[in-house]
């Protein structure tokens, strides 16, 4: 029988959301909540791998589940929670470290791109583990479908494995308990749209992230008007004017990127952004994308702020969403002990 179609995923409170977090990921889980069941978690535990000052990591928790829900994400209709609410995804997670193997976990490259230059005593057993833990958020409701950037890609296909090597590992248990084969999904990512990889400002042969040193090289998501308006001015470019055709951004990284997050911001594709600003320069297209950068994003940052000077009622929804969240949790993990052969 096939699964029941479930939406998943999750961002990490750790540092400031910008436009890749948005445009990526959290934009795509308000659209498609329109058409599945979802799930959206604010995974602190991933974001603890990292050393995280504890008042922090409070205020990031709830400002992400405030941008999900000032962003659209419906609360009610979903289920909107902090991952370290429902203990059973670090249950899971423990099961999982011991069906993933190393040698794949050693393959990961945001791993080595986090550890790289690094002594080993300075990163965190969790940071390598992580990608278990994220496939444990994602099984555990059985998600058929998780919405992310292009970065998580290679998480997803480790998910995939997880699923596989555990059905697989406890076939004979999982028929004798009376359930499917395919006990867990072999989840879908959806990875789509103009800005399923939103590049850096200043140098679009970088991904734009939380980490990088320059401010200037991402929009934040709590970034006012000006400050929107001036990261956008400064962004490098090239001095061609833009292409009239898709083909002709090819080579051309820094216009790929500007021309992906407008027609991302404008629900539209790449094809019709250009067919609108093909041939016009820089000096038309930076002003027209500050300001509906700015129309776009924001009403969401008012709307955040709003959210979060009453942490009373983001704390509200986040443990009811939980307490759903944990139903379907408790579950899986139930049919889990006893395939593994666990008493109790
Ligand atoms: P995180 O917190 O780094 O990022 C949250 C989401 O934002 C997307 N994203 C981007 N998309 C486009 N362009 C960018 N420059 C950009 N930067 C970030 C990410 O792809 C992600 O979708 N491991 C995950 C969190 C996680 C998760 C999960 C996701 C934990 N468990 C289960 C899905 C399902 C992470 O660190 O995302």
Known sequence: MPHHPRVFSGTQPSGDLHLG????????????????????????????????????????????????????VDPKKNIVFNQS???????LAWVFNCVARMGWMERMTQFKDKSAGKNAENISLGLFAYPSLMAADI???????VPV??????????????????NNDYA??????????????????????????????????????????????????????????????RATTDPEPLPSEEKGLEGRAEAANLVGI??????????????????KGWGAFKPALADLAVAKLAPIADETRRLVADPASIDAFMADGAARAA?????????????VGFIG
């Open 21 to 72: 977090n948005y445009l990526g990921a959290i934009k795509r889980y308000v659209e498609m909540q329109k058409t599945h069941e979802c799930i959206y978690c604010v995974v602190d535990m991933h974001a603890i791998t990292v050393w995280q000052e504890p008042d922090e990591l409070r205020r990031s928790i709830r400002e992400v589940a405030a941008a999900y829900v000032a962003s659209g």
């Open 85 to 91: 609410r429902v203990r059973q995804h670090a249950e």
């Open 139 to 145: 099984l555990l409701y059985k998600a058929t479908h």
């Open 149 to 166: 950037g292009d970065d998580q890609k290679q998480h997803l296909e480790l998910t995939r494995d997880i699923a596989a090597k555990f």
């Open 172 to 233: 004979r248990s999982i028929a004798e308990q009376g359930l499917e084969a395919d006990f867990f999904p072999i989840t879908d990512p959806v990875i789509a749209g103009p800005a399923t990889r939103v590049m850096s400002l200043k140098d679009a042969s970088k991904k734009m992230s939380k980490s990088d040193t320059s401010e200037g090289a991402r929009i934040l998501l709590m970034d006012d008007a000006d400050q929107i308006s001036k990261k956008i001015k």
């Open 262 to 279: 407008y027609a991302a911001l404008s629900d539209t594709t790449k094809a019709a952004v250009l067919a609108e600003f093909g041939g």
């Open 327 to 339: 139903e379907i949790a408790e579950k899986t993990m139930k049919e889990v002990r006893s395939i």
